[in-house]
């Protein structure tokens, strides 16, 4: 029988959700200032992984907050986590899982026996569903207060970068160092201003060789997170230059809006997903902003690991490559989208285009590539 995708995830309660993660090896869970789930990571791990794999019920996706920093739906968590298990599955195969565990079968078809009153019944039920109240988009805000506790002042290694003393200081930049918690704090607004979350970027080595580089920050019993596939890093300083070039240059990291906003001030049009992927969610809020040009910059692929095979990286690399296509295509019904991809070899491996100053990051956009509507799809 053929599911309904849609209908089946629509229909998850949390429950659910957490039969679910007992089933892939999450047999607890804890939950954040929010009310949020927060998982193992089953996504990446096969036992033992860490809690950091948050649920935001509203929007239906996952968020691992370490090795992934990717966000995900059910299905995909279900591939993911199976994966680590040495069982591939397809897509379909995933919806089956997660049909047969959470028993919700929403199918296209119906059986000829069934009594025409229930086929009504049923699909009466299914439209709530349809119109279900719109998502909103509004992360909640935290108070301004917290923002006392962090020295204000730029770290070194950040200057070395070549991010300037008055950008730092601009983007309310500061550092914290308490019991555990060391490092530089980034503070993120949404695109009003509103203090929504503040990251981290450890200065602890134990972190940084644990996949811990970037996390939310805590402060007392207070963990500062947030929800970045549902806001854009810097559009608070960046949204007026985006408004009038209607154009967006999206980053995974903050540190290269921030080298940007020393390149070009007033004209830097940039933005971070905080992560590797780009969601519907960022998509909207630059339509929101009557964006025409799209300019997807990630990092650089990384370089082979020890023990890889030369095919199983060319088969990574193609997989990351076949990625940023599809994130392109979230793009290119609305706007004209392109990928700044370092042919030349201009940066090191994991790089950001930003990374080597402003000549390379201009030179990369000469060479940009442009993606068009994929046909089928």
Known sequence: MRYDKDQVKESLSIEDIHKILREL???????DSNGNPIYRTVCHNKTNGSFKLYYYHEAQQFHCYTECGDTFDIYELVIRSKKQQGISLTFTQAIEFVVKVSGKNFGFGFLSSTPKEHIVDDWDWITKFKTRKKIDTTLPAY????????MKYPHEAWLNEGISYETIMEFEIGYYFRNREEGIVIPHRDINGRLIGIRRRSMIQEDI?????????TVGNTMYNHQTMMNLYGLHKTKKAIKRLKKAMIFES??????????????NFTCAVCSNNISN???????????QEVFIAL???RGIKEGESNEKYKENLKNYEEKILNLAAKFSPFMRVYVLWDTKGLLDYKDSPADKGKEILEELMRNKIEIGTREGE
Not at 143 to 150: A, I, K, Q
Not at 254 to 267: A, H, I, N, R
Request: contains cysteine; negative net charge.
């Open 25 to 31: 090896g999450s047999e607890t869970y804890q939950t």
């Open 281 to 291: 969610f960022h998509r909207d809020i630059l339509l929101s902003l009557d964006v």
């Open 143 to 150: 108070s301004e207060t917290v923002l006392d506790v962090f």
């Open 254 to 267: 903050e540190k290269s809006v921030l080298k940007c906003q020393d390149f070009y001030g007033d004209l």
């Open 299 to 301: 990092d650089k692929f």
């Open 209 to 217: 060789d644990n996949g811990r580089k970037y996390m939310p920050l």
